[in-house]
């Protein structure tokens, strides 16, 4: 359906806007309290009824009729939104097209049916344009840019185009009614990204955008029936993110009990959602159980990062590797420097893994990704070393800049002492310490690995590596997002990932992951116990190894005598561990360093897994979910 796009944000004539204030009139007169909850926007049978009501007016023909009712509008159409840029193209005066799709993939997709079909594969007469946010810096430029006279721009957007930016030349917006929403699962405590339709606010800004300095036009590819049934606004914020941060200022700034006063709302929180909160709180030991700031959650407060990312900011300072895990923390509060350039994909994987090399780690990848930057900076070659790696300068520019406000921050609550900190990167280069650093703020979002082995009848020459698969705790099997650098491995040293974050989609998926030692789960982990009469030791139950009992017990006391250390560390930032625990310190990280798991490699041959074993058990009645122990049968 088109409608005249006006100047000014969010204006827009002759569209859905008249038939959204009517339907809003009408239901106020009626009493909001008496009416019955709508109709789904996907419902069917709502969707049979407005169609019949269409077939009397007489407006439309039975072929419109029933293509409107037999459309999957669940799903973009590729299809309508080709018709639609096609009639344009062929149909309407010279103007940019600006088309709205949710995600990369549906861009892909529009973008390769353009170029293959005429009349757009005629680059005289048409340039198309991808515009998302994986893009380098130097496609992005080019929406911009005003073609010569008998040339159509073609931009295909996310919702990047929506408010962020301002294309002038646009004179005609075709929107799809669909954006990619990351949006929160309380009750299985995960991220979820789909797409869903936009609100009837994003609507009017979509159409907005036609016509911002002329008059312009608006193809809304959805139908009446469904705005009116759109939301009004966007759902707030706090409704589909975690609450962790918002906790920790909540008690900074002393204003009582968490879960009272955000019942204060105008659109609060539910009570699942800031138990969710508080629970990770605790385990991060950031809160005590009489819901009060720990010494560690003061700190974590005034570092403007999620509580995980914080704490990896502060082990770094107190370990002395802080400059690298400055970097990972950057780069996992703000984005990943890694583009995409379409058609280029497979390109640009290879060069993350050929940057990764053997260190089985994303967060390392990162790493070495800024490291090279920043000396190819030093030496005038930054654009073409961002080229060549498929990096966004921009980013690298920016996570350079937070590096540079966390340091500030640290020397501002007393954990850099002197201009330039010079402890804080006296274990730098050690990349085994790092990963157990990470563990110390990501924990507990640990991946099981378990791989898999042919059976004893297959032939040697016919047995090929099988994937292993991946297990958590909380949502049994999980799979690596495939960008990670650990998505194609077959074989991992150890049996335990850490990852960042997990998104659900199609699958739960896992990004940013790094393999993780036994000794820096043991170390950095949950609470540890020794089960001397089974000769294991166990991390919050769900992580067990088998251990001599006296390798077990002084295991066991390092750790207590390290959290006592750090304890002490955290209440008074001032303390030199290079003093107070200097041989505890350098005792664990000669451990770090010099843990071998070519062991456990091959016992895992061997096809022993503990973990394997109960999950098996496990999973005969409930498949994927389990509650009890996973473990690890590699020794000590």
């Known amino acids: 359906r088109g409608g005249r796009g006006g100047r000014g944000r969010g204006r827009g004539g002759q569209g859905h806007g008249h038939d959204r204030d009517g339907g809003s009139a009408e239901f106020a007169a009626d009493g909001a309290s008496l009416e019955p909850e709508p109709p ?75 170029v293959a079909s005429h009349p757009f594969r005629d680059t005289r007469s048409f340039r198309i344009i ?42 005609y917006v075709v929107n799809c009614g669909k954006v990619k929403e990351k949006t929160y699962d309380q009750n299985n405590n995960i991220a979820c990204l789909k797409a869903v339709w ?30 009116k049934r759109m939301a009004d606004f966007q759902l707030p914020e706090m409704l589909r993110t975690p609450l962790e941060e918002l906790c920790l200022q909540i008690k900074l700034l002393g204003l009582g009990y968490i879960e009272p006063f955000l019942q204060k709302a105008l659109e609060p929180p539910t009570p699942k959602a800031v138990s969710n909160a508080l629970k990770t709180l605790h385990d991060l030991a950031a809160l005590d159980h009489a ?20 704490k990896i900011i502060l082990f770094g300072a107190i370990f002395s590797c802080l400059d690298p895990v400055l970097t990972v923390a950057a780069s996992l509060s703000f984005r990943d420097p890694f583009v995409i350039p379409l058609h280029k994909q497979k390109e640009a994987d290879a060069m993350r893994r050929r940057l990764a090399g053997d260190t089985m780690s994303d967060h390392i990848t990162f790493l070495r990704a800024f490291n090279g930057w920043r000396e190819a900076k030093e030496h005038r070659r930054e654009r073409d070393y961002c080229w060549h790696h498929f990096l966004s300068s921009n980013t690298l520019s920016m996570i350079n800049s ?46 099981s690995v378990q791989h898999r082995f042919h059976s004893a009848k297959v032939r040697t020459e016919q047995r090929r590596p099988r994937p292993p698969k991946l297990f958590t705790k909380e ?39 790094t393999m993780i030692s036994p000794l820096a789960l043991l170390f950095f982990g949950g609470d540890v116990t020794v089960r001397a009469a089974t000769k294991e030791i166990a991390v919050d139950d769900f992580i067990v190894f088998h251990a001599d009992p006296s390798i077990a017990e002084l295991v066991a006391q390092l750790r207590a005598q390290l959290d006592a250390l750090l304890q002490r560390k955290i209440t008074d930032p001032t303390l030199e561990l290079a003093v107070a625990g200097r041989q505890l310190v350098h005792a664990i ?34 498949p994927y979910n389990y509650d009890g122990a996973g473990g690890d049968d590699s020794e000590l």
Request: net charge neutral; glycine share 6%; with cysteine.
């Open 40 to 114: 789904s926007i996907d419902d069917p049978e709502a969707l049979d009824a407005f169609v019949s009501d269409l077939g009397k007016t007489k407006r439309f023909s039975p072929r419109t009729l029933h293509a409107l009712q037999n459309l999957d509008y669940t799903a973009v159409n590729i299809d309508l939104a080709y018709a639609t840029i096609h009639h344009i193209a062929t149909r309407q005066p010279d103007g940019a097209v600006l088309c709205f799709l949710p995600g990369w993939d549906d861009i892909t997709k529009l973008h390769d049916r353009l």
């Open 130 to 171: 991808p515009l998302h946010s994986m893009m380098p810096s130097a496609n992005q430029r080019e929406v911009f840019d005003r073609p010569p006279p008998g040339v159509r721009k073609i931009v295909l957007a996310t919702n990047i185009a929506e408010t962020s930016i301002t294309i002038e030349d646009v004179v």
């Open 198 to 227: 936009v609100s009837q606010a994003a609507a009017r800004q979509r159409r907005g955008r036609a016509g911002r300095v002329q008059a312009g036009v608006c193809y809304h590819l959805f139908t009446t029936h469904h705005h």
């Open 291 to 310: 819901e009060q700031l720990t010494p560690l959650g003061f700190h974590l407060a005034k570092l403007p990062v999620h509580p995980r990312i914080g």
């Open 402 to 447: 937070m590096k540079k406000q966390f340091r500030d921050l640290l020397t501002d609550i007393g954990f850099l002492c002197g201009e330039d900190g010079a402890h804080a990167n006296l274990r730098q280069d050690n990349m085994d310490l790092v990963k157990a650093v990470l563990c110390a703020g990501l924990y507990p979002n640990v991946v």
């Open 475 to 513: 949502d049994g099997k999980v799979a690596l997002h495939p960008r990670s650098v650990l998505a194609e491995e077959d074989r991992f040293p150890t049996k335990w990932l850490l990852y960042h974050q997990k998104v659900r989609t199609t699958k739960v998926f896992l990004y940013d992951a």
């Open 589 to 622: 990280v000669e451990l770090l360093a010099h843990e071998d798991h070519s062991g456990q490699e091959q016992r895992e041959m061997a096809g022993k897994h503990l973990y394997a074993r109960r999950h098996q058990q496990q999973s005969a009645a409930v």
